[in-house]
């Protein structure tokens, strides 16, 4: 059985959906070992509580990021974490995070990655006027919204969309998009050749 440990921030819709995910029997070989958030209020503790899944809140306020990460890594390791998903986290990780888990950290994004890194993906993405927007899962490495891609699905864009209506479209596609990439690496059957990530 494959350990996952999910970090986020707020409201932790992606979470929900890897729940669901496991409670319908799609994501066979992972069950949700620990929920951790920097943000006390986020709303994923609370889904997390409801469904009697094990959550902390571990706050990152007014630390640097070498000791955070550091608290970080230690819960991860008390709750015996296979797997880090990364599901609306919003910080970045230090170097000492990434190499704790080596190929061993998701995350997802509401882009076509590499187009609009960062924040507020869709907005740039409706700024920019590209008629193809999307979401992707990708391993985690040192640098932000970079690594290699595990998954990635399409979204058309609207004449009349907005950036909250693009993303409502979006996240429905990111929740199936990231039960997609976790099966992929907990299966384990793929393999990781420089930015590709090839399957079989
Ligand atoms: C999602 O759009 C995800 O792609 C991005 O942050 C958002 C988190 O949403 N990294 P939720 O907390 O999973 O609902």
Do not use: W
């Amino acid at each position: 059985m494959k350990r996952l440990g999910i970090l986020l921030s707020g409201r932790g819709s992606n979470f929900e959906a890897i729940a669901n995910s496991i409670e319908a029997g799609k994501l066979p070989g992972a069950e949700i070992a620990i929920v951790i958030s920097n943000r006390t209020s986020a709303r994923g503790l609370e889904i997390s509580r409801s469904r009697g899944i094990p959550c902390v809140a571990i706050p990152s306020a007014g630390m640097d990021r070498e000791t955070y990460d550091g608290l970080l890594i230690e819960k991860l390791q008390e709750f015996d974490v296979d797997l880090i998903c990364l599901a609306g986290f919003m910080r970045l990780l230090s170097t000492r995070f990434v190499e704790a888990f080596p190929q061993r950290i998701l995350n997802i994004h509401p882009s076509l990655l590499p187009a609009f890194p960062g924040l507020d993906a869709q907005h740039q993405a409706i700024d920019y006027g590209v008629k193809i927007a999307g979401c992707t899962v990708h391993l985690v490495d040192e640098f932000l919204d970079s690594g290699p891609i595990i998954v990635q699905r399409a979204v058309e864009v609207r004449d009349d969309d907005t950036a909250d209506t693009l993303s409502a479209r979006i996240l429905v596609e990111e929740h199936q998009a990231y039960t997609e990439g976790i099966r992929i690496i907990v299966e384990g059957n793929y393999r990781v050749a420089g930015r590709k990530v090839i399957r079989g």
